[in-house]
C-alpha cells in the first residue's frame, strides 16, 4: 500500500543502499546482449572536498544521462574516483598536525609525513563519496580510483618517463606563479586575481651619458632593483633617439638598455616601462625577444637575496618597497605617485601575494602536444556543446605556453628522475631501471638522489579517461569503454583539464577521451550572484536535500540547466518542484484507490475510449521528446516536457476525464481505463528516473507489490518504445474539449464569477462533429467548468451573458443571477486604478538615474520585471471590465 505521503528521509538511503547492494550500479548493469557502450568519467572531486552547488549540478546531470542510458539496455560505465590534491591535501594536514601541537614536516622528515597524509586520506578522504551518494549518485563505486592509487600512479610514471625520452617533458628555468608561503609553484586557477586600491610610483632613471632621463611607472617598485632594461614602442617618435642608448639604474647602479619593443605602449604612462624579466610575465617574454638578463631579486619566501645592493638584503618585499620609495625620493627621482586600481594575484589557499618567481621547473611541451587536440576538436573528431565553447578552448590552445608540472610539495606524485653525483639526470620508471641507466653512463655504481618535487595535480588527472580503465595494461575495460562517451564538465577546467585530457589522450592512446564534451553554466544564488562565503549567500545542497529531498533538488537543477545559461539558484522553485513529486505520488494514490494496477501483456494501442486513446498517444509524443531532448543534453527540454505531460496532461486532465468513466456501470471501459491509467503512470516512472529516482523508484516497488511483483527494479528496468501511434481524430476530440474547460474556467476567474455558482453554457457555431463531441463529454465539461447545462443556439448572446470563443465557437455564459455585475465593474475598477499607481511608483524609480547607478543590477532587474507583471495584471482586469461593460 503507498502511504499517505512521500518521506525522502526514510527511503533515499534504503533504497540507494539497496541499488548499490544489488550490483545496479555496476558496469554492464542491465545491459542487453550486444549492446553498445556508454562511459562517461567523473570529474574527480578533491579528496579533502565538501558537497558544493557545482557539484551538484554536475553530477545530477551526469547521473541524469547514465540513469537514461542504462535504461536504453546499454552497456553503461559511470567510472568514480577523487584526486589526491596536492596543496590542498598537504595544507589540511599540516594545520591539524599544529593544532595537535606536533612538529613540522620538514621536522619530521618527508616519509613519515606522507605516512601521515595517507592515515588522513584513509580517515577522512570519504566526505564527498558519501555526500554523492546522498544525491544519488549511481556510479560504479565498485570501481572507483585514486589519482594517487598504485595503477594510476604507475600510469603517471609512464607518460612521464615516455614523454621525457620524446623530449616532450625537459626541465628548464622560466617564471612561474611562486606561493611564497606554501613555498610552491601553484598552477593559474589556484591564482585569485583581487581588485586593490593601490599606487603607481613613477621614477626618473637617468640616461648613463648625461643627457637627461627617461620616466617609468611601476606599481611593485621594489621590483626595479632587478631591472635590466627599459622598453619603449619603435614607432614612438618621443624616444627613437634614446633606443640603444643606456640609463643607470638608481639604487644599483647598473647600466640597462633602452630598447625597442612592441609590448610597450605609447598611450600609456610616460610610453616607457621597465623591464624586470625575472618577475614579471609579460616582462620575462620581452627579455628574451631583447636579449635582457634575468635577475631575480627575491628567495623562496619573497625576501630580497643578495643579488640586490646591501640595504636591501633579508628585507620583506613590502618593507623594501617603503624603504626604495624613500630612497628614490631622497635622490629626486620620485617624479610623482598616483592612485591606482590594479589587480593583484594571490594564492587561492594561503592567501598571500603570489610573485612571478624565476626558477627550475619541470616542463611539458604544451605546444606540440596541443596541435592534434586542436584538430581534433575542429575536424568535429570531439564536439563542444554548446559550440561556442569551441572559441575559448581555441583560443587557449593556439597561444598555449609550456606547462609547468613540477611542485615543491611532499603530497603528490614524486617526480620520477634521479641525480646523479655530478648532475646527470636520470628519468626512468623504477629506482631500479634509474641505478641500472647510472651504472651504464658511469661505468660504476653510484648513489642517486630523487629530484623531491611532485607533479602538478593536473598532470595525473589528464590521464584520468584511460588510466582508470587500466592503461597501460590493455583491459578488457579499456577496449570496451574508450574512448568516452561524454565529459559533463564546468567551464572554468576547459584550459586546466579538459584540454590536458585532450592532449594526453591522443598521445597515449591514439584517440579522443571522449566524443562529445558537455559544457555547463554556473550555478548562482536567486539575484543572479556569484556564491562566496564573502557575501554570505553560499546554498549548501545537502541542507535542501535534508529539506527537501535529493528528487526535488535534481530536478530543480536539471529544468534550469539550459545550454549557455547561468542558473539562478532559488528556493522557491526548489520547494515548487518538491509539490510536484507530491502531485505524482497523489495521482499513483488515485491510481491505487481505484484499483488501476498494472495488467500484464497490456497493449494501449487496443484502446477503444477516445480519452485512453489521447493519452496513449501523449506518452508517445512525450517519451520522444524527453529521449531527443536528451540524446542533445537538453536536460531542461526534457524536465519541462515531463512536467508539463506528469502534472498537465496526466494530473490535471487524464485523471480528471477518467473519473466518470471509473465509476460508470459500463465494466469494459472500466476495465480498460483502470489498466491505462496504470499503464501510463508506469512509463511515467520510467521516463521520470533519470532526474528523479528515489520517489520513482518506490512507486514502482510499492505498486508492483500490488500487481503481483516486479521483474526487475525500476533502475535496471526498459526504456519505452511504442509501436502505436497516435489517434489523430482522438487527439482533435480531447484537445477540443480541454479547450472549452480551459476558456470557460479562464473567463469565470477573469470575471470574478463565484467559484462554487453553476451557470449554464450556450453554444453557437460549432461543427456537428465537434458538437457530438461534447455532448458525448457532457458530463465531464459541466463537472470540470462548474456548468449546469450545456445547449447549442443558433440565437445572439442573451442579455447578461459573458461571450468568449473557443474552438472555432461562440461561447455564452449567462453570469447575472449569480453575482452582481455593477458592483464586480466598481471592484474591476478600484483594482486597475491600484495597479496604476503601482506601475507609476516603479516608473519613477526606473526613471530616476541615481537608482539606476546606484541599485544593484538584480535589484533593478527585479523592479523592471515587477512593473511588466503588474501591466499584465492590468491588461487583463482592464479586458474583463471591457468585457462587463458589453454584457450590461
Not at 486513446?613 to 521528446?625: K, L, M, N, P, S
Amino acid at each position: 500500500m503507498i502511504d499517505k505521503s512521500f518521506n525522502p528521509q526514510e527511503v533515499e538511503e534504503r533504497l540507494y543502499k539497496s541499488w548499490e547492494e544489488s550490483g545496479a550500479f555496476k558496469a554492464g548493469a542491465g545491459a542487453k546482449p550486444g549492446a553498445d557502450s556508454f562511459s562517461i568519467v567523473i570529474p574527480p572531486p578533491n579528496v579533502t572536498g565538501s558537497l558544493h552547488m557545482g557539484h551538484a549540478l554536475n553530477n545530477t546531470l551526469q547521473d541524469v544521462l547514465t540513469r537514461f542510458e542504462r535504461l536504453r539496455g546499454k552497456d553503461v560505465l559511470w567510472q568514480p574516483g577523487t584526486d589526491h590534491a596536492g596543496i590542498a591535501t598537504q595544507m589540511v594536514v599540516e594545520r591539524n598536525i599544529a593544532q595537535q601541537g606536533g612538529p613540522t614536516r620538514r621536522e619530521m622528515g618527508r616519509d613519515k609525513f606522507v605516512e601521515l597524509v595517507w592515515d588522513w586520506k584513509e580517515e577522512s578522504g570519504g566526505t564527498i563519496t558519501r555526500q554523492l551518494r546522498r544525491l544519488g549518485a549511481s556510479c560504479d563505486w565498485s570501481r572507483e580510483r585514486f589519482t594517487m592509487d598504485d595503477g594510476l600512479s604507475a600510469a603517471v610514471r609512464k607518460v612521464f618517463v615516455a614523454l621525457h625520452k620524446k623530449d616532450l617533458i625537459y626541465r628548464d628555468k622560466r617564471l612561474v606563479n611562486w606561493d611564497p608561503k606554501f613555498l610552491t609553484a601553484i598552477s593559474d586557477l589556484e591564482v585569485v586575481n583581487k581588485e586593490v586600491q593601490g599606487s603607481m610610483w613613477h621614477f626618473r632613471y637617468p640616461l648613463t651619458d648625461g643627457s637627461g632621463h627617461i620616466t617609468v611607472a611601476t606599481t611593485r617598485p621594489e621590483t626595479m632593483l632587478g631591472d635590466s632594461g627599459v622598453a619603449v614602442h619603435p614607432d614612438d617618435e618621443r624616444y627613437k633617439a634614446l633606443i640603444g642608448k643606456t640609463v643607470t639604474l638608481p639604487l644599483v647602479g647598473r647600466e640597462i638598455p633602452i630598447v625597442a619593443d612592441s609590448y610597450a605602449d605609447p598611450e600609456q604612462g610616460s610610453g616607457a616601462v621597465k623591464i624586470t624579466p625575472a618577475h614579471d610575465f609579460n616582462d620575462f617574454e620581452v627579455g628574451k625577444r631583447c636579449g635582457l638578463a634575468q635577475i631575480n631579486i627575491l628567495d623562496e619566501h619573497a625576501n630580497l637575496n643578495d643579488e640586490v645592493p646591501e640595504a636591501y638584503r633579508g628585507m620583506e618585499r613590502f618593507a623594501a618597497r617603503k624603504k626604495i620609495i624613500e630612497d628614490i625620493d631622497a635622490l629626486g627621482l620620485l617624479e610623482k605617485v598616483e592612485d591606482h586600481t590594479l589587480m593583484v594575484p594571490y594564492g587561492d589557499r594561503s592567501d598571500v601575494v603570489i610573485e612571478p618567481y624565476l626558477t627550475d621547473q619541470w616542463y611539458v611541451d604544451a605546444p606540440t602536444l596541443a596541435k592534434p587536440a586542436l584538430e581534433s576538436v575542429e575536424q568535429e573528431r570531439t564536439r563542444f556543446v554548446p559550440k561556442n565553447w569551441e572559441k575559448t578552448y581555441f583560443e587557449w590552445m593556439r597561444n598555449i605556453q609550456p606547462w609547468c608540472v613540477s611542485r615543491q610539495l611532499w603530497w603528490g606524485h614524486q617526480i620520477p628522475a634521479w641525480y646523479g653525483p655530478d648532475g646527470t639526470v636520470f628519468v626512468e620508471e623504477t629506482e631500479d631501471k634509474a641505478n641500472a641507466a647510472a651504472e651504464a653512463h658511469y661505468g660504476k655504481s653510484v648513489e642517486l638522489a630523487q629530484d623531491e618535487d611532485v607533479l602538478d595535480t593536473w598532470f595525473s588527472s589528464a590521464l584520468w579517461p584511460f588510466s582508470t580503465l587500466g592503461w597501460p595494461e590493455q583491459t578488457d575495460e579499456l577496449k570496451r569503454y574508450y574512448p568516452t562517451s561524454v565529459l559533463v564538465t564546468g567551464f572554468d577546467i576547459i584550459f586546466f583539464w579538459v584540454a590536458r585530457m585532450m592532449m594526453q589522450g591522443l598521445e597515449f592512446t591514439g584517440e579522443e577521451p571522449f566524443a562529445d564534451i558537455y559544457v555547463h553554466a554556473l550555478v548562482r544564488d536567486k539575484n543572479g550572484q556569484k556564491m562566496s562565503k564573502s557575501k554570505g549567500n553560499v546554498v549548501d545542497p545537502l541542507e535542501l536535500i535534508g529539506q527537501y529531498g535529493a528528487d526535488a533538488l535534481r530536478f530543480t537543477l536539471a529544468a534550469m540547466a539550459a545550454q549557455g545559461r547561468d542558473i539562478k539558484l532559488d528556493e522557491s522553485r526548489i520547494e515548487g518542484y518538491r509539490n510536484f513529486g507530491t502531485k505524482l505520488w497523489n495521482a499513483a494514490r488515485f491510481c491505487e484507490m481505484n484499483e488501476a494496477f498494472p495488467v500484464a501483456g497490456f497493449d494501449p494501442a487496443a484502446a477503444t475510449q477516445p480519452v485512453n486513446r489521447w493519452i496513449a498517444g501523449e506518452v508517445a509524443r512525450t517519451e520522444q521528446t524527453i529521449r531527443e531532448a536528451l540524446e542533445t543534453y537538453k536536460f531542461d527540454e526534457a524536465a519541462g516536457g515531463l512536467y508539463r505531460f506528469i502534472w498537465n496532461i496526466y494530473c490535471d486532465w487524464y485523471l480528471e476525464f477518467i473519473k466518470p468513466l471509473l465509476n460508470s456501470d459500463d465494466e469494459a471501459a472500466k476495465t480498460e481505463t483502470k489498466a491505462m491509467a496504470a499503464w501510463v503512470l508506469d512509463q511515467i516512472l520510467v521516463m521520470l528516473h533519470p532526474f528523479s529516482p528515489f520517489i520513482t523508484e518506490e512507486l514502482w516497488q510499492r505498486i508492483g507489490e500490488q500487481a503481483g511483483g516486479r521483474d526487475t527494479m525500476l533502475i535496471l528496468a526498459d526504456w519505452p518504445s511504442y509501436t502505436h501511434a497516435a489517434d489523430e481524430a482522438a487527439d482533435s476530440e480531447m484537445a477540443m474539449v480541454i479547450e472549452l474547460i480551459n476558456e470557460i474556467r479562464s473567463v469565470r476567474s477573469e470575471m470574478n464569477v463565484p467559484a462554487g455558482a453553476k451557470v449554464p453554457l450556450l453554444v453557437k457555431g460549432l461543427s456537428d462533429d465537434d458538437w457530438v463531441a461534447v455532448q458525448r463529454h457532457d458530463a465531464l465539461i459541466s463537472r470540470m467548468a462548474r456548468l449546469n447545462d450545456i445547449a447549442s443556439t443558433t440565437e445572439d448572446a442573451p442579455k447578461g451573458a459573458i461571450q468568449t470563443v473557443a474552438a472555432g465557437a461562440s461561447l455564452f455564459l449567462p453570469v447575472a443571477d449569480v453575482m452582481d455585475l455593477g458592483a464586480e465593474q466598481a471592484r474591476l475598477a478600484k483594482e486597475i486604478d491600484k495597479l496604476s499607481g503601482l506601475i507609476a511608483r516603479i516608473d519613477g524609480k526606473l526613471n530616476n538615474e541615481k537608482f539606476i547607478a546606484k541599485a544593484p543590477e538584480h535589484v533593478v532587474a527585479l523592479e523592471r520585471a515587477k512593473k511588466v507583471e503588474l501591466e499584465e495584471n492590468a491588461a487583463r482586469l482592464k479586458d474583463a471590465l471591457a468585457r462587463l461593460e458589453d454584457v450590461t
